[in-house]
């Protein structure tokens, strides 16, 4: 880890709202080496992260985010497929010890002590075309509506795959931090622009806001452990109609190799974690983040 390494992470946490809050450069540090993460270099440089925290019952892929000026190259789905390399064979991340239990019957029986551990989901959520491609070529699902208890067996829910002790577990860690957000807000970007008391109290939890208006729009993605020697698609064959899937999800593909050859303006689409090209003339009431 270098210091650049968390000047880049929060940055990025403070530009992409669909992310977690940001920190200050030291404190990212400091989370890089107690949560388990993948991390992508260029020349030194960070140019790809995401996290993996273990839930009740899953493993989490969290905070997928790649710099803007690498976005389009591939760099996702390297994130991925390192994430589920680590994911198959890492007993920690899995709540387990590296040190197999010790059986001394076994062992004065010369018997060969099984280390193997129980691989957990891994699970994923978004609303951005761009990672749901990502996820779909790294052998994600993404999970239909089922009905389910707390629904009254009435409703299909899009999270109704899950188990109730997971969906709990991430009620509970999505709770707590929007409490401490509500709380006490998050750090402004910089050269925000100054306003009254009221409209900077609301700046600050903006991403309370936003994940409230976007939150029938984030997609669950499973990949089963039964994937564990299933290595993410590589191989141009093997995408072979990607395009198809993706558009079944209700999705727009969009091959963002061949915009580029066509001349395309990319500075309309750099909001890569947004889902959506926004209108930046348009400004939301009291979260007003413009510089002066």
């Known amino acids: 880890m270098i210091e650049t390494d968390g000047e880049w992470l929060s940055e990025q946490f403070e530009k992409n709202l669909d992310l977690r809050v940001s920190k200050k450069p030291h404190q990212e540090l400091a989370l890089l080496s107690r949560i388990p993460n ?35 190259k591939g760099v996702s789905h390297k994130i991925l497929y390192l994430a589920w390399d680590r994911w198959r064979q890492d007993p920690i991340i899995h709540g387990k010890s590296v040190i197999p239990p010790i059986d001394l019957a076994a062992a004065m029986r010369e018997e060969q002590i099984s280390e193997d551990f129980v691989v957990l989901p891994m699970i994923a959520f978004t609303r951005n075309v761009a990672a749901a491609a990502a996820f779909n070529r790294a052998g994600f699902k993404i999970m ?78 499973i990949l089963e452990p039964n994937k564990v020697d299933s290595a993410p698609i590589r191989t141009e064959e093997k995408e072979q109609g990607i ?32 889902g959506a090209v926004i209108d930046l003339n348009k400004k939301l009431p009291l979260v007003d983040l413009s510089e002066e």
């Open 38 to 72: 993948i991390l992508i270099r260029e020349n030194g440089n960070l140019i790809g992260y995401c996290s993996l925290n273990r839930r009740s019952g899953a493993i989490e892929l969290c905070s997928l985010v790649v710099d803007e000026s690498h976005r389009g």
């Open 243 to 274: 395009d198809s899937k993706i558009e079944s999800f209700g999705m727009n593909f969009i091959d963002g190799g061949k915009l580029i050859k066509k001349g395309a303006n990319i500075s309309e689409t750099k909001n890569w974690d947004e």
């Open 144 to 221: 239909s509506p089922k009905r389910r208890w707390w629904t009254l067996w009435l409703l299909r829910h899009k999270y109704g795959a899950l188990k109730t002790k997971t969906i709990f577990s991430i009620i509970f860690d999505r709770l707590l931090r929007s409490f401490f957000i509500i709380l006490i807000g998050e750090r402004l970007p910089k050269n925000t622009k100054k306003v009254n008391f009221i409209k900077k109290w609301f700046q600050k939890r903006r991403r309370i806001f936003h994940y409230l208006s976007y939150a029938n729009q984030y997609e669950l993605f």
